[in-house]
């Protein structure tokens, strides 16, 4: 390591003090230990202990969704189970003092800090915002090959790009794992609210409400300011959430992140499209229209959309015909934020009378799928002739190519009250015998109703929201449990 002023060298081993206090306190500080813990805590922590596997562990997710205090929640896991403090230690890689350093020179550094340098057996090593730093992904392939008795994990909040490098140079050598925003299902174990929620034998969903108003009442609540931890305990930052959302998520992410990581040089023309596009979440787009409605080359917008999805900012979803099939030539989309609140912070909270509440609650439904890891979903739209539809969101078999269930997303009980009025749903399902399972949801009502092609079952779209975002979760623990033993 070339410091050539030993005193950057020791201000460099003081800040790295700092940030592990539990080299000399032996434990994580309170303010970490006492925010609640993600879901998804068990499998992360499972993945960082897992020595048996000599890999990386790359946490990615967007900014503010909790992967830092996850960090923390599992350090203090580790020294719970036995493992000695100064064995453990945190790096924050974007921290200004830290300009510049290798992965190697950090962990040299960190050693020395804790006047054990010739050792190098037995760490859990964290390094934090990875992605600042240039081809983090050779030096941290290096690192897991050369010290093979010590564990890695990385963290970063550009999620493709960094799935991209992990999977181009840490092929057999890193484990990626995703850290979404806040589920539904998460919110209400964050607030508390378990008692709102109920098992159920309907035979429609597992699970009902002893009181749908109040549920609602949350779901609003979750749609305007539930997709980070923080917003959800903070009445302040609910006050303003401008202030904090847009400010420390979204400016950040599109004036630094993508900048940084892409070579983008028009910021203001990238920010233009995210605000035409968050305004209009759940809405159909074309690259014409998109180009003539924001000013912005095709080509360029094509990469722009990329660039917001790789940030995790935003979901392209594709269209089928009334016959499940893809279109050759992708001439229009859907466009859905991941996380519903962006919207609010952005413009303003809606209520649950707004005319935007139909889009958002859509927009919170595809984010419980998105976030559960669930990508093989399209929409689908046709006009021919006279014939004109439109379905929310239809799963189709990758294997047959065929429609296999389908999810029309309402925020109204007209449709549960007056089923024949869903002539989309109709004419599409009179095309695709091969549909099993046919959705509708409500905004307060359970029911059935029977047609020829099968039974369209109505569910409250927070019961609904709950249910998958609850199932996707638990299904993940599975083939992670399952994979412990194969």
């Not at 091969?434 to 109703?449: A, D, E, L, N, P």
Request: charged share 25%; glycine share 4%; hydrophobic share 40%.
């Amino acid at each position: 390591m070339n410091i050539a002023n030993s005193f950057i060298e020791e201000q460099i081993q003081k800040r790295m003090v700092l940030d592990n206090p539990w080299w000399e306190s032996g434990k994580v500080d309170d303010d970490f230990t006492q925010f609640p813990r993600r879901a998804y805590l068990d499998d992360f922590y499972e993945l960082v202990t897992d020595l048996s596997v000599k890999r990386a562990v790359i946490l990615m997710g967007p900014r503010r969704v909790g992967k830092t205090v996850m960090i923390y929640h599992s350090i203090d896991r580790l020294i719970s189970s036995g493992i000695d403090p100064k064995k453990i230690i945190y790096i924050s890689v974007d921290t200004p003092i830290y300009n510049n350093i290798s992965l190697e020179d950090f962990f040299l550094l960190a050693r020395k800090a804790l006047k054990n340098e010739e050792s190098y057996e037995g760490y859990y090593v964290f390094f934090d915002e990875i992605q600042y730093l240039k081809n983090w992904e050779v030096h941290l392939k290096s690192m897991v090959d050369t010290f093979r008795s010590s564990r890695f994990v990385a963290s970063g909040s550009a999620a493709a790009a960094l799935k991209m490098k992990s999977i181009e140079s840490g092929a057999g050598r890193f484990s990626d794992f995703l850290l979404p925003p806040l589920t539904f299902y998460e919110y209400i174990q964050f607030k508390k609210l378990d008692s709102l929620v109920v098992k159920s034998n309907n035979g429609i969903s597992p699970y009902d409400t002893i009181n749908i108003d109040a549920l609602n009442r949350h779901f609003v609540e979750y749609i305007n300011f539930g997709g980070y931890p923080e917003v959800v305990f903070s009445e302040a930052i609910r006050r303003n959430p401008g202030q904090y959302i847009k400010n420390d998520i979204i400016d950040k992410v599109l004036l630094r992140d993508l900048p940084s990581l892409y070579g983008i040089s028009d910021i203001q023309e990238l920010n233009k499209l995210f605000v035409h596009i968050a305004f209009r979440s759940g809405n159909e787009f074309s690259y014409e229209s998109l180009s003539t409605e924001a000013g912005i080359k095709k080509e360029t917008i094509k990469r722009y959309l990329e660039y917001l999805e790789a940030a995790f900012l935003i979901k392209v979803v594709n269209r089928i015909d009334q016959n499940a099939k893809r279109m050759q030539r992708v001439t229009s989309f859907k466009i859905y934020l991941t996380n519903p609140s962006l919207r609010c912070a952005l413009f303003t909270p809606i209520n649950e009378d707004d005319e935007f509440m139909g889009s958002m609650v859509e927009t919170a439904v595809f984010s419980q799928w998105i976030q559960g890891g669930k990508t093989d979903f399209f929409y689908a739209n046709w006009a021919k002739g006279r014939s004109k539809g439109e379905v929310d969101i239809v799963w189709v078999d990758m294997a047959t190519q065929k429609a296999i269930s389908l999810a029309e997303i309402k925020w109204t009980d007209r449709f549960a009250e007056n089923p024949t009025e869903l002539k989309s749903l109709y004419s599409f399902l009179s095309l695709n015998p091969s549909v099993k399972k046919i959705f509708v949801t409500s905004k307060t009502r359970f029911g059935t109703y029977d047609i020829p092609e099968g039974k369209i079952m109505f569910i409250p779209v927070a019961i609904y929201s709950y249910w998958i975002s609850n199932f996707l979760y638990h299904s993940k623990r599975m083939q992670s449990e399952q994979k412990n033993y194969m």
